[in-house]
Nanobody, 124 residues
């Protein structure tokens, strides 16, 4: 089993930036696809971004495309989410997830291991 721990969340003003990190332990994730999801109060968890095992393929939700960038450092067993031009509607708990497969997917049910989440609040 993989343990995932997110960090880097917090409060930021609209237009600002944050960088989330997701550190994996328990086993290496360098052959796994990794994803970021988010869940706002009263809403379902939704896909944000995903990256394949090598980092050579990424995908994004339309709502964050051009503003967020997912990346990974397999030597550090860590995945990142750089978030720029943040908007109040980006406010949510952000979760890191691991998929025991090399390619990405946007569906929550395709991911096997999840972190506890980190809160992002964007003030207007």
């Amino acid at each position: 089993q993989v343990q995932l721990v997110e960090s880097g969340g917090g409060l930021v003003q609209a237009g600002g930036s944050l960088r989330l990190s997701c550190a994996a332990s328990g086993r290496t994730v360098n052959r796994y696809a990794m994803g970021w999801f988010r869940q706002a109060p009263g809403k379902e968890r939704e896909f944000v971004a995903a990256i394949n095992w090598s980092g050579g393929s990424t995908s994004y939700a339309d709502s964050v495309k051009g503003r967020f960038t997912i990346s990974r450092d397999n030597a550090k067993n860590t995945v990142y989410l750089q978030m720029n031009s943040l908007k109040p509607e980006d406010t949510a708990v952000y979760y890191c997830a691991a998929r025991r497969y090399v390619n990405t997917d946007y569906r929550t049910e395709e991911y096997d291991d999840w972190g506890q989440g980190t809160q992002i609040t964007v003030s207007s």
